[in-house]
């Protein structure tokens, strides 16, 4: 599974925007994916895809509660890699 920090993955989501929803501006915590980044419904279920590639796991799918910026987008990433560690086998979690 790995140990990422939230700098790992504020990196590998800023990675993910520029390839693969072609951004090409700085992209920082505090980005808004919609308004900053001009995401649409599209560019967002890309980056949900590609993020949850990365990481092997499934995002947390709130629609009333959408990530807004790349700080939220960290942030489901953390969750889901706490829940994904917790439903390891106790073996696994310590190798």
Excluded at 27 to 32: A, S, V
Aim: proline residues 4%; hydrophobic residues 40%; charged residues 30%.
């Amino acid at each position: 599974m790995g140990n990422y920090t939230e700098h790992d993955i504020l990196n590998a989501v800023a990675d993910i925007l520029r390839q693969e929803c072609k951004i090409e501006r700085d992209i920082l915590p505090d980005t808004r994916l919609a308004e900053d980044l001009e995401l649409d419904s599209v560019g967002m279920l890309t980056l949900a895809v590609e993020v949850e590639n990365r990481y092997q796991l499934i995002l947390e799918d709130d629609v009333e509660n959408p990530p807004r910026t790349v700080r939220d987008v960290v942030f489901l990433v953390q969750k889901a890699l706490a829940r994904s560690a917790d439903n390891l086998p106790q073996q696994d979690k310590n190798t």
